[in-house]
C-alpha cells in the first residue's frame, strides 16, 4: 500500500512539472491542492478501507466517488475522473554515464511527453491489473474448479476495463494458472475438472491490455507455509532482475544477477532439502503493441547475450524457479494459441477454419487466446478448425511447459518501461 501511494504522490510532482513550467518549484499549495484532487483517486480510493477517514472530509466539498465492487465489476475509468492513472513505481537510470542525466534532460523529457497516451493506457492496464488480482488473491481457495478460477479472473479483467471489444481492451492473453511441475502456459479448457488443492502452488499469470498496451505480471499463492522460502527466492530474483534493467544494459548481465540470488536460496520439503533452480529455458521478454513477445528475450541464468535494452522499450521481467530440473518440456494438452504474425494468406479449404481465423483475427488479432476465450465469443466445436490452423502455421500453439513431475515451480513477473528520463515499474502494487 506505502508504495502504490508514494507512486502516486510522485505522478502528482510529475504533471505539476509537465504541465506547469518545468524546472520552477513547486509552490506548496499546489501539493495540497494535488492531494485532494481527482488524480488523487489511486487504487487506494477505490478499493481499500484505509483511505476512508480522508474520503469523509472530502465529501463535504466533492460528490460521493464511485467505488470498486467485490468482485470487480467497475470500470476504473469511472474512478478516475480525469482519465489520467497513477505512474507505477520510478527510479533513475544508474548505468553508463550519459544516463546519469537522463530525468533532467529538456530532449529526454520531451520524448517522453510524445509517448503519454501509450503509457496512460499501460498504466490503465497497470490499474486494472493490481484491482483483479487483489480480486484473484482472495477469491482464490482451496476446493475451486480451475474453470472457475479462469472465468472469475477474465470476467473481472473485462469488467474494470469498461467491458469493451476485446481488441480494444480486456484480457491480455490466456489467465495462466499453472500448478507444481507445471511452470507455464496452463489454463482450463471446457470440460478439464482439476481442483485446486491445499498442497498446490498456483503461478497466476494475468495479461490485461489496453488499446493492445499489455501488462504482463504474474504471482504465485501457496496455501502450505512450507512453499515459503521458493516463493520469497522467485520474488527477489525477479526484483533483481528489475532492478538491473535498464539503458544500454547488457541482457547477459541481467541474466547473471537473477541466477545468483535465485540460486542463494534452499527450500526445504517434507524432510528433504532442495536448491532452487532457475528454469534456464523460460525467460522475460520485450513487449510491442498486440505483441506479447517481440524480438528480445531476458535470460534468467547467465549467457553470452550481449544484446542491449533500448530507449523506449518495454519488458516482462520473469523468472521462474523449480525444485526440479530447472527446465521445462512442452507437453499436454494446449490451451494457449496465437496468430502467427509472420504467417501470409494461408490457403484454406476447409470453411470453418476460415471462417475461425477471420473471428481469431476480428476479436484477438496478434494476442495471444485460449480455447476458452473462443467458448466466451460463442464459438462450438471450432477444434478441427482450430487444429487445422495450427497445421498451415497461421496459428502457434503454445502447450503446456513442465519441469519433472512432483517438482514445484513459482514465477513472478513485472512490466516495465525504459522511458527516455526513467525506468517505470508499472505493474508495481503494495503486494509484490
Ligand atoms: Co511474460
Known amino acids: 500500500m506505502t508504495q502504490a501511494e508514494e507512486s502516486v504522490a ?58 470498486q465492487t467485490d468482485p470487480p465489476t467497475i470500470d476504473i475509468a469511472k474512478l478516475f475522473a480525469n482519465k489520467i492513472y497513477p505512474e507505477g513505481e520510478l527510479s533513475d537510470y544508474v548505468y553508463g554515464e550519459e544516463n546519469l542525466k537522463r530525468s533532467t534532460d529538456e530532449e529526454k523529457r520531451y520524448l517522453d511527453r510524445q509517448r503519454a497516451d501509450d503509457y496512460n493506457d499501460l498504466r490503465k492496464a497497470a490499474e486494472a491489473h493490481r484491482t483483479v488480482r487483489r480480486y484473484a488473491k482472495s477469491m482464490i481457495q482451496p476446493g475451486m474448479l480451475m474453470w472457475d478460477i479462469a472465468n472469475n479472473i477474465e470476467n473481472a479483467t473485462r469488467a474494470v476495463t469498461g467491458n469493451l471489444h476485446p481488441h480494444e481492451a480486456g484480457v491480455g492473453f490466456p489467465t495462466g494458472l499453472s500448478i507444481n511441475h507445471c511452470a507455464a502456459h496452463y489454463t482450463p479448457n471446457k470440460g478439464d475438472k482439476t481442483v485446486l488443492s491445499q498442497e498446490d502452488v498456483l503461478k497466476v499469470d494475468i495479461g490485461i491490455h489496453v488499446n493492445g498496451r499489455i501488462v504482463d505480471s504474474a504471482f504465485t499463492i501457496a496455501f502450505e507455509e512450507k512453499y515459503d522460502p521458493l ?29 545468483e540470488v535465485m540460486e542463494s536460496y534452499e527450500v526445504e520439503l517434507n524432510g528433504q532439502l532442495h536448491p532452487v533452480k532457475c528454469i534456464r529455458n523460460l525467460n522475460g521478454h520485450n513487449i510491442d503493441r498486440y505483441r506479447i513477445h517481440s524480438g528480445k528475450t531476458v535470460p534468467i541464468v547467465k549467457n553470452d547475450d550481449e544484446t542491449k535494452m533500448e530507449e523506449g522499450e518495454f519488458f516482462a521481467i520473469e523468472t521462474f524457479g523449480s525444485t526440479g530440473n530447472g527446465y521445462v518440456i512442452e507437453e499436454g494438452e494446449c490451451s494457449h494459441y496465437a496468430r502467427n504474425p509472420d504467417a501470409g494468406n494461408v490457403p484454406l479449404r476447409l470453411n470453418s477454419a476460415k471462417s475461425l481465423l477471420a473471428t481469431i483475427d476480428k476479436n484477438f488479432g496478434t494476442l495471444p487466446f485460449s480455447r476458452r476465450q473462443l467458448d466466451w465469443l460463442g464459438e462450438d466445436k471450432y477444434l478441427l478448425a482450430l487444429n487445422t490452423l495450427v497445421r498451415a502455421d497461421a496459428i502457434h500453439d503454445y502447450p503446456p511447459l513442465l519441469d519433472k513431475e512432483g517438482c514445484y515451480t513459482a514465477q513472478y513477473e513485472h512490466t516495465i518501461v525504459l522511458r527516455p528520463t526513467c525506468k517505470e515499474v508499472v505493474s508495481r502494487g503494495d503486494d509484490y
Open 10 to 67: 510522485k505522478v502528482q510532482e510529475k504533471l505539476q512539472n509537465v504541465t506547469l513550467e518545468p524546472k520552477v518549484e513547486e509552490p506548496k499549495a499546489d501539493e495540497v491542492d494535488a492531494e485532494s484532487g481527482d488524480e488523487g483517486a489511486p487504487a487506494a480510493e477505490g478499493t481499500e478501507g484505509a483511505a476512508a477517514p480522508k474520503k469523509k472530509k472530502k465529501n463535504k466539498k466533492k460528490k460521493k466517488k464511485a467505488k
Open 231 to 259: 516463493l520469497e527466492a522467485v520474488r527477489a530474483a525477479t526484483n533483481t532482475g528489475i532492478k538491473e534493467a535498464g539503458i544500454d544494459v547488457r541482457l547477459c548481465d541481467i541474466g547473471a544477477a537473477i541466477e
